[in-house]
């Protein structure tokens, strides 16, 4: 991974930045197209990748579900990494106006993902998530992230979530405020939450210097 600037500048990675991705690496052919697209923010391409690495350790294969998607880069992150997820869905009720716009050049770049990856313009709690399913959600803001876990353990799926504005009004600390700072236990009552619904959880953090809100909550339903 180029470390050679802040990679988590809200500043949009544009074609005047395709030199600081020179190699044949996926990650330098990923950061050509999205300079080439010259619409994302730099962060969204690192917090897309060291998430999809992360989690692709640890969950194979599966209907990608990238909720809260946005322009939906994580979607295809995450077929690059692991090309046995036969599609992935972006569900997001208001994607940017530049997904268009990666999608086509990712496919333009990897032929192999076309027709793999749709776009559908739901809030969560209309589309049906099954037990073969991967969830993803990278920084789904305060409650959405909730909304996703539990979306996500009704229907027995595998998650992972990279949770952002934690609200306090909405999201729970449980009984952990007076000992932790609270995101962190909002963030560690949702782990506990999952693990008492079966699921096997893992708790990790992608590199603060991508993003401050960089806890990651990767989860399996344990088989019974
Ligand atoms: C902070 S952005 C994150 C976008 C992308 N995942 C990223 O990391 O760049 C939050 C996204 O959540 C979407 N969103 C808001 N409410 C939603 C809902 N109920 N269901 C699904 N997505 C929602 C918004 O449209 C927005 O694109």
Not at 33 to 39: F, L, N, Q
Request: with cysteine; net charge positive.
């Amino acid at each position: 991974m180029c470390m050679r600037f802040a990679p988590g500048s809200r500043g949009r990675l544009t074609r005047y930045d395709l030199d600081r991705f020179p190699g044949d690496s996926l990650f330098d052919r990923l950061g050509r197209v999205v300079c080439s697209v010259g619409r994302l923010p730099r962060k969204e391409l690192y917090e897309a990748w060291e998430l999809g690495r992360r989690v692709r350790r640890r969950c194979r294969g599966g209907r990608v579900v990238d909720v809260a998607g946005g322009h939906g880069l994580l979607a295809h992150v995450m077929l690059l990494l692991d090309d046995s997820s036969p599609e992935a869905v972006v569900v997001d009720p208001d994607p940017p106006p530049a997904a268009a716009a990666l999608h086509q050049a990712l496919v333009a770049e990897w032929p192999r993902l076309n027709g793999r990856v749709s776009y559908l313009r739901v809030d969560v709690q209309r589309f049906v998530l099954t037990a073969g399913d991967l969830v993803v959600s990278s920084h789904a803001c305060g409650a959405l992230t909730d909304a996703i876990l539990d979306a996500a353990a009704e229907a027995s799926a595998a998650v992972a979530v990279l949770p952002c504005c934690h609200d306090l009004a909405t999201c729970d600390p449980g009984p952990l405020a007076g000992w932790m700072e609270r995101t962190l236990a909002v963030d560690a009552v949702r782990a506990l939450r999952l693990e008492t619904r079966g699921y096997a959880v893992s708790t990790q953090t992608i590199p603060a210097a991508v993003t401050p809100k960089n806890r990651l909550l990767i989860a399996r339903r344990e088989l019974p």
